[in-house]
Nanobody, 115 residues
Framework: QVQLVESGGGLVQAGGSLRLSCAVS????????MGWYRQAPGKQRELVAH???????TYGVSVKGRFTISRDNVKNTVSLQMNSLKSEDTAVYYC?????????WGQGTQVTVSS
């Protein structure tokens, strides 16, 4: 069993930065890849960033160059550094863990960017 718990969300002004963290209980090594997704009111959940067990990263078009995903297999954490935040980044951010079986999701953390 794997559990994911996000932290680090909050309110920030446009142009500011936030760092989200996802703590993984159980073995992070079971997770073939991890990612951050977000969902704004009235919109579908979308991929923000993704990182494989080998460290290969993928980013959503709207965040590329501003956000950085990283994972620490020793500390069992996955982080998302978000810089140059915009009002359109406002959403609930979810941590996702993929295995060869089911996906796992955190409960979400709210990020609000004021313009």
């Amino acid at each position: 069993q794997v559990q994911l718990v996000e932290s680090g969300g909050g309110l920030v002004q446009a142009g500011g930065s936030l760092r989200l963290s996802c703590a993984v209980s159980g073995s992070i090594l079971r997770l073939t890849a991890m990612g951050w997704y977000r969902q704004a009111p009235g919109k579908q959940r979308e991929l923000v960033a993704h990182i494989t067990s080998g460290g290969i990263t993928t980013y959503g078009v709207s965040v590329k160059g501003r956000f950085t995903i990283s994972r620490d297999n020793v500390k069992n954490t996955v982080s998302l550094q978000m810089n140059s935040l915009k009002s359109e980044d406002t959403a609930v951010y979810y941590c996702n863990g993929q295995t060869f079986g089911p996906d796992y999701w955190g409960q979400g953390t709210q990020v609000t960017v004021s313009s």
